[in-house]
């Protein structure tokens, strides 16, 4: 009796082990657990969700529809804008399920998020729910919420996947969609919706339908190839060579995309308002090519490898998959100390701190930027009607650009140019942008435009590298979230307390809106930001002083053990 108990024991155990094999078979298939394929598969997918969470660099493309449609003033739609960016950058708790509960799990939870958040927009601009400044600031803070969960679990997944030599590179494709995400979220307006013969705020109102249907279900997509794999070991100096040549081609394919968006937004804007067809969907047309050829590459990259993947039992995927601590710790020292942090002694080094105060500052400049294009655009062109999608656009491709190549730049001089330095520099382009703003002109606040999302792209993706440097990337996700809430607190500054009450002072009743016309309408707010740019900068120089330090020291305690 007591053999025939143990056999059923046995029998179910087995049971028990071929069910969880079945489990983890079907959650971590082979194409994607295998290194070889499995971090390009994966790669794609951040990059496509990266592409369809940055839609909060387009409210400039909505807020002008907010004034109009309910008569708020710029202070109020300013308000609206800080509480879409209190969701972007409050992801605190974003990173922290994510750490815990992985990527797959937060995107889905992102993409819920977005998806309520914009169905509340679209009913509120369609009448259905009244209006009102507490109520749009609940929806759009829903909306970019749901983007956070969907940046880190991206950012975080990239980090967590490539070696420190490579994080760069690859966190630079990932980053660089994220801002390109608004102009192609733009060319999908002006493809599918801008029309000259019909009321822009009525395009506008069925757009959100539109952002509310296609962004959930394109983050779901991208959210079913996306897993953390871990970093490579063992690898041959062949393998290496053949990750690093494939990533310079993933940066060489966004490059072109970023390239052809910014022709195609020159075209347009030269053929306002009549913009030819072939014009308006030509950066769609591109948008959907360049995931198709990465497709196509993919499948390309499975049948060559196809030979040599291997059969992993259910163990070995769970080793493989939940790696954490004990497999990143094997790769290199970190600059702080050497080691892996937690978030609780992160939060008590300086280095941390001035990384938050320039991340303040810079961060704050640019988003005042970007809630306020339309109103920037209207301004300085001294017309209502001039349309804000175009620069909405070229500041998303100024922003791609900055972080693609601060990002690649610093992974490939950063054996002779420390990442902080980096930092320098684009704080001083930044600082250069808002100089421009002050006194721009029809001409020259294209440029500011493009310089500002170049500068904007370039802070926030170097931040994101010294924190994944000093602190090593076991913790990133906590880390990115604990860094966005100095992100959050600047919007709320420079947009909300100083540019928008300012804007307000300057403005006069027409066809009754009231707008601004003119220099005066936001030229103390450039110069305020112009200063916070100065400070930062002298911020920015006494990191590269700690950080070089920190540097040394570790270089004098290997010596001293070798």
Partial sequence: MLENNDNNNNDNDESKKNELEK???FLNPEFLVNRKTGVWIILVACCLLASSAGTGYAFGLTSQTYKNKFGFSQKEVDIIGSFGNLGLFLSITAGLFYDKFGPLLTAITGSLLILVGYLLQWLTLNNNIPASVPALCFFVFLAQQGSAWVSVTGVATTVRNFASKDQGKAVG??????GLSASIITQFYIGLYENPETNEDDNKTSFMLFLTLYLPLTILLGAIFTRRIGRPQN???KQNQQEVKILIFFIIIAVILGTTLGIVCVIQDDQEPNVSEVAKWFGIGTFIAIFVFFIFFLI???IKQKNQIQNYNASEIENFINNGEQQ????GKYLF??????LNTIVKSIEFWLICFIAFCTTGVSLMVTNNLSQIVI???NSKSESSSIFVSINSIGNFFGRIICTSLSDLLNNSVQRPVFSIIFVILAAIAQFIFAFANEKSIYAATVLAGFSYGGNISIELLLIAELYGPTNIGSCIGALDIANFLSSIIFATAIAGPIYDNHSTNTDGEEI?????CFFISFLVNFAACCTAFFASLYLTIRVKRIVAENQSRTQVLN
């Fill in 173 to 178: 494709v990932v980053k660089g969609f994220f």
């Fill in 328 to 331: 990143i710790a094997n790769f």
């Fill in 516 to 520: 601004c016309f003119g220099k005066d």
């Fill in 23 to 25: 489990k983890e078979s």
């Fill in 337 to 342: 100390q050497g080691k892996e942090h937690k």
């Fill in 235 to 237: 690898q041959t100096d």
């Fill in 300 to 302: 390309y990259l499975f």
């Fill in 379 to 381: 301004a300085v062109f």
